[in-house]
């Protein structure tokens, strides 16, 4: 599918995008999750500066990547070790 042209509105201001198509529901999803945060902490905190309410939202939704990275790694960490120790049972079951 093509590439189409959208305007997303991130806390008052319009960024014109070029995405794929099949991308758009998730930029669009992304762009409402952004401005729900920072209403969020605009209506919970004393911050009014745009750029700092932006700022916390970025941090927020980057730890939360992060936290989901690491979740990920040590999954697959504990599946290699599972793994690893279903090979010596088997192959102690088939050596002998």
Known sequence: ???ISIKITISDRIYPLKVNMEEEEIVRRAAK???ERIKDYQDNYAVRD???LLSMA???YATA?????N???NQDTAVADKVEELDVLLNGFFSK
């Open 1 to 3: 599918m093509g590439e």
């Open 33 to 35: 999750m952004i401005n």
């Open 58 to 60: 970025v941090l927020h």
């Open 71 to 73: 979740k990920v790694q």
């Open 50 to 52: 745009k750029q700092d």
């Open 65 to 69: 990547v992060l936290r989901t990275e």
